[in-house]
């Protein structure tokens, strides 16, 4: 099984929860989704393609779906996103779906990690402690144990 892992991040957070799938899934690959906006056509290979992106306005950041929408995923067949938020709920798995549905495909796994959140101009930016940083980590590593199973 081939896996190709395309991830965006802003300020580390989602690059972290792809960095550490890669690590549990080691015939996968990390592409960083901004290295391939600039170009026409983008064709992934893969036989599985994940997608790790934060929560961004509640919805997807627009890179990702610049990205969506310019992705050949003619060879996959298993298709997961990851969004990684501060604290809201996500209205983004709808929109991935109508995106892959416009090219016959549907999203097979969604999964919401909860972290830091990095949005100054937010009720909810606060700076954590040690202690809850920790307790956040512990709480990522265990959902990503379930999602790479
Ligand atoms: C412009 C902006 C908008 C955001 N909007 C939300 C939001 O609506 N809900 C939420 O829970 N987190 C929101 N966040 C926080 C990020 O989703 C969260 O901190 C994420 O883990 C950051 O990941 P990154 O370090 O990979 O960019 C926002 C962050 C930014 C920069």
Do not use: C, W
Request: proline share 4%; hydrophobic share 45%; charged share 20%.
């Amino acid at each position: 099984m081939d896996m190709e892992i395309y991830y965006f991040s802003g300020t580390g957070n989602s690059f972290y929860v792809a960095k550490e799938l890669q690590k549990r899934i080691p015939e996968s690959i990390l592409i960083p989704i901004v290295s391939l906006l600039h170009q026409d056509n983008i064709t992934t290979r893969a036989d599985s393609v994940g997608i790790i992106f934060p929560v961004h306005a509640l919805t997807i950041p627009i890179a990702v779906k610049r990205f969506l929408k310019k992705v050949n995923l003619h060879s996959t067949k298993y298709i997961f996103a990851i969004a990684t938020r501060g604290a809201t709920f996500f209205r983004g798995f709808e929109l991935i779906e109508r995106l892959l549905a416009n090219k016959g495909k549907r999203l097979h796994a969604q999964f919401i990690l909860t972290m830091g959140m990095n949005d100054p101009r937010s009720e909810f930016y606060q700076s954590p402690t040690h202690a809850e940083i920790l307790k956040l980590e512990g709480a990522v590593q265990r959902k990503l144990d379930s999602i790479m199973d």
